[in-house]
T-cell receptor, first 112, second 112 residues
């Protein structure tokens, strides 16, 4: 079936550093790539998404880049803060499928 | 004014019992979903449902059944609960295919 690989599985950074999480997908026809943040005891929340007609999208300290040729997309968080600590999931929407397929998640820990 | 709400938040029960989890969304979305999150945080689609079509992940045992009394509700019934059913179950909704998912805060099911 269609899948997406997400790396790293855990990421520890110091407050103020940048963090990058990368996902590689299998279906070259995919056209929608969201990122979700899950805090403890809560459901995943969409933080940013990108569609295949653009290569980069930015929203304050977070950005997503998409390389369709290489079939990967990345989440970039700059000037990390302790409240950025959470589990982050990438997802993609394979063409012909009505549901999102999620990566296995990255636990980000930002130390003060 | 919670967008996607599910009850109960915690559910502890014994093997062999039958239980239900309720989900409601007030976003006016057309499609609702159930996801299962295991102890390793992996999110796996179980069902997606709109007023026309139920799509079942073929790996989901038939002890699990979604029931939708109307467009705003999608309940999950589980028969003959097993230890391996212990997980966090998330309800979600979206306006249409290829659009962002909105998740509830999950129901932690523990089967003893």
């Amino acid at each position: 079936g269609e899948n997406v690989e997400q790396h790293p599985s855990t990421l520890s950074v110091q407050e103020g550093d940048s963090a990058v999480i990368k996902c590689t997908y299998s279906d070259s026809a995919s056209n929608y790539f969201p990122w979700y943040k899950q805090e403890l005891g809560k459901g995943p929340q969409l933080i940013i998404d990108i569609r295949s007609n653009v290569g980069e999208k930015k929203d304050q300290r977070i950005a997503v880049t998409l390389n369709k040729t290489a079939k990967h997309f990345s989440l970039h968080i700059t000037e990390t803060q302790p409240e950025d600590s959470a589990v982050y999931f990438c997802a993609f929407h394979p063409a012909g499928y009505s549901t999102l397929t999620f990566g296995k998640g990255t636990m980000l820990l930002v130390s003060p | 004014d919670t967008a996607v709400s599910q009850t109960p938040k915690y559910l502890v029960t014994q093997m062999g019992n039958d239980k239900s989890i309720k989900c409601e969304q007030n976003l006016g979305h057309d499609t609702m979903y159930w996801y299962k999150q295991d102890s390793k945080k992996f999110l796996k689609i179980m069902f997606s449902y709109n007023n026309k079509e139920l799509i079942i992940n073929e790996t989901v045992p038939n002890r699990f059944s979604p029931k939708s009394p109307d467009k705003a509700h999608l309940n999950l019934h589980i028969n003959s609960l097993e230890l391996g059913d212990s997980a966090v179950y998330f309800c979600a909704s979206s306006q249409r295919d290829n659009s962002p998912l909105h998740f509830g805060n999950g129901t932690r099911l523990t089967v003893t």
